[in-house]
């Protein structure tokens, strides 16, 4: 799923977004959704874990401290930065059918 939320963003950014959006298509705008909220979810979180431990948010102070972090072994890495989150779990309720394809960027 990253490796798509990937291509997708790597489109945007070289302005090939058509591919995507040219043809409305519900369920391909339906998925850009999902995945937007996914990553947005992603982002938020690990944002507010760095921010909200100072420890960790030292391992994000320059690129000197970046650069040492992710020298460390993946098991300290694990360690410092805590659980892992379920990015799914954002959209677990979401409903389609409450989604208008208005909503969705159809053009009447």
């Not at 507010?48 to 992710?70: E, K, M, N, Q």
């Amino acid at each position: 799923m990253m490796g798509h939320i990937y291509e997708i963003r790597s489109a945007a950014e070289h302005l090939n977004e058509n591919r995507y959006l040219e043809i409305f298509d519900r369920n391909i705008r339906l998925d850009l959704a999902k995945k937007d909220a996914i990553t947005e979810y992603i982002a938020r979180s690990a944002l507010v874990r760095i921010l909200s431990d100072p420890y960790l948010c030292a391992h994000f102070g320059s690129a000197a401290t970046l650069a040492s972090f992710w020298s460390i072994s993946t098991e300290e890495r694990q360690r410092i930065w805590g659980s892992a989150i379920a990015p799914m779990d954002v959209i677990s309720d979401f409903e389609e059918a409450f989604v208008t394809d208005a909503q969705l960027g159809k053009v009447a």
